[in-house]
C-alpha cells in the first residue's frame, strides 16, 4: 500500500514559476516503477504531464516540453515537477501518480496509486 501526498499549489501570474512536490509513503520496491503527474483541467478529461523511471528515464507532454521539469529523489520517495513560464491553459488540478510496475511506456492513464491533487492556477 503506497500514499501519495501533493503539495505546492497556488495562484501564479502567467509567466511564474511554481514547484510541486510528492511524497510517497509505504512500500516502494526497488523494481522498475513509475512516479509523475498528471493533471485535469475544468471540463477536460485527465492527462499526462510528466512522468520518471526511477532509473531516471522521463516523458514530458508536448504542451509542457520544455517548460517542466520532473525529477525524482528515489532514497527519499519523492518526485517533484518544476514549471517555468506558466500559461493560463497550465490551469488544473495537478495529481501525484505511481505505477509499481512498468507496464507500458509511455504510461497511459492506468497507474496504480493517485494522491488527491493540488490546484494549480494562473492568472493572466
Known amino acids: 500500500q503506497v500514499q501519495l501526498v501533493e503539495s505546492g499549489g497556488g495562484l501564479v501570474q502567467a509567466g511564474g514559476s511554481l514547484n510541486l512536490s510528492c511524497a510517497a509513503s509505504?512500500?516502494?520496491?526497488?523494481?522498475?516503477?513509475?512516479m509523475g503527474w498528471y493533471r485535469q483541467a475544468p471540463g477536460e478529461q485527465r492527462e499526462l504531464v510528466a512522468v520518471?523511471?526511477?532509473?531516471?528515464?522521463?516523458h514530458y507532454a508536448d504542451s509542457v516540453k520544455g517548460r517542466f521539469t520532473i525529477s525524482r529523489d528515489n532514497a527519499k520517495n519523492m518526485v517533484y515537477l518544476q514549471m517555468n513560464s506558466l500559461k493560463p491553459e497550465d490551469t488544473a488540478v495537478y495529481y501525484c501518480a505511481y505505477q509499481e510496475t512498468l507496464r507500458r511506456w509511455p504510461p497511459d492513464d492506468a497507474m496504480d496509486y493517485w494522491g488527491k491533487g493540488t490546484l494549480v492556477t494562473v492568472s493572466s
Open positions: 520518471e523511471l526511477n532509473s531516471g528515464s522521463t
Open positions: 509505504g512500500t516502494i520496491f526497488p523494481r522498475i516503477n513509475i
